[in-house]
């Protein structure tokens, strides 16, 4: 492993774990009300198959074919989980936004793992290259400059969400973060 693919590794997983914390700080009252899970063992398998993300998890070991990584609790992976784990929210979630803008920022929140391992090798993401030895061949200098855009992305969530207001230059940078079509 290459010293920029270990630097990569640390710093995605501090954004990942601050993506989740966010999610969850804006999230789980209304998910831990909902009846229907969204979850789907299916999802677990992006886990599996990528190595990227089997470097981050490292728990390979606790996959389970018929069930994933899913346990009566929720997920088992602290990290290096699939980015559509972070993408979808249901209909409730913006349902209970107060406004466009606060949908908008939700689904950016979204998006911030996956506009981060974007063009990894051309159009490929870094976490859907399916071969372990090609992750060091990976643009680093492009997936460098994505990670920073979503770090600098989450600090303007955060502040967002601190002050209930934005700069409209914050907005516009937020703008672009490129979330996954099936999720605009």
Same mark, same amino acid.
């Given at each position: 492993?290459?010293?920029?693919?270990?630097?990569?590794?640390?710093?995605?997983?501090?954004?990942?774990?601050?993506?989740?914390?966010?999610?969850?700080r804006k999230?789980?009252?209304?998910?831990?009300?909902?009846?229907?899970?969204?979850?789907?063992?299916?999802?677990?398998?992006?886990?599996?198959?990528?190595?990227?993300?089997?470097?981050?998890?490292?728990?390979?070991?606790?996959?389970?074919?018929?069930?994933?990584?899913?346990?009566?609790?929720?997920?088992?992976?602290?990290?290096?989980?699939?980015?559509?784990?972070?993408?979808?929210?249901?209909?409730?979630?913006?349902?209970?936004?107060?406004?466009?803008?606060?949908?908008?920022?939700?689904?950016?929140?979204g998006s911030?793992? /996956?506009? #981060?391992?974007?063009?990894? =090798?051309?159009?490929?993401?870094?976490?859907? &290259? +399916?071969? !372990?030895?090609?992750?060091?061949?990976?643009?680093?200098?492009?997936?460098?400059?994505?990670?920073?855009?979503? /770090?600098? #992305?989450?600090?303007?969530? =955060?502040?967002?969400?601190?002050?209930?207001? &934005? +700069?409209? !230059?914050?907005?516009?940078?937020?703008?672009?973060?490129?979330?996954?079509?099936?999720?605009?």
């Amino acid at each position: 492993m290459t010293d920029q693919l270990k630097s990569y590794l640390e710093r995605y997983t501090q954004l990942e774990g601050a993506v989740r914390e966010l999610i969850a700080r804006k999230g789980n009252s209304l998910c831990a009300q909902c009846s229907c899970i969204c979850c789907d063992a299916v999802m677990c398998v992006e886990a599996i198959k990528s190595p990227f993300l089997k470097l981050i998890h490292q728990q390979a070991d606790q996959y389970d074919e018929e069930k994933g990584f899913l346990s009566s609790t929720g997920c088992r992976l602290e990290k290096g989980r699939p980015s559509v784990c972070y993408e979808y929210f249901c209909d409730d979630h913006f349902y209970f936004q107060p406004d466009e803008l606060h949908e908008e920022v939700l689904r950016i929140i979204g998006s911030l793992l /996956f506009h #981060a391992t974007r063009n990894a =090798q051309g159009e490929i993401p870094l976490d859907e &290259i +399916t071969e !372990e030895d090609q992750l060091d061949s990976a643009d680093f200098q492009t997936l460098e400059k994505n990670l920073n855009e979503s /770090f600098r #992305a989450l600090e303007i969530i =955060q502040e967002f969400y601190r002050t209930g207001s &934005i +700069t409209d !230059e914050s907005h516009s940078f937020l703008k672009s973060i490129r979330i996954p079509e099936e999720f605009q």
